[in-house]
């Protein structure tokens, strides 16, 4: 099983940014998205399983997450981006059903992907 992340780069304030994540091996009712800023512990941006979206009250409204079954890809798209959303951004996917009631808890997910950078300039 393995996550691949892609789509990171540098925007100005302001802009926008496509992340995917490819999953191969198998596919994952739970998804997510978390984040991690220099010198900051990795943080929870956002998650979905069936029927169920949430966010981090930081990108509510201008994060996005969706999922192409089709390709088995997970993608996060960011609008209206801010310097404070400088970070490596890494996907990850769960299988445990403790996850369903705690999507933002990162210890629950079991597979990571290798994180990609996103530099928001102001």
């Known amino acids: 099983v393995q996550l691949q992340a892609s789509g990171g780069g540098l925007v100005q304030a302001g802009g926008s940014l496509r992340l995917s994540c490819l999953a191969s091996g198998r596919t994952f009712s739970t998804n997510g998205w978390f984040r991690q800023a220099p010198g900051k512990e990795r943080e929870f941006v956002a998650a979905m399983r069936v029927g169920t979206t949430r966010y981090a009250d930081s990108v509510k409204g201008r994060f996005t997450i969706s999922r192409d079954n089709a390709k088995n890809t997970v993608y996060l798209q960011m609008s209206s981006l801010k310097p404070e959303d400088t970070a490596v951004y890494y996907c990850?996917?769960?299988?445990?059903?403790?996850?369903?009631?705690?999507?933002?808890?990162?210890?629950?997910?079991?597979?990571w992907g290798q994180g990609t950078q996103v530099t928001v300039s102001s």
């Open positions: 990850a996917a769960g299988v445990s059903s403790l996850i369903w009631s705690r999507l933002d808890d990162k210890s629950l997910y079991e597979y």
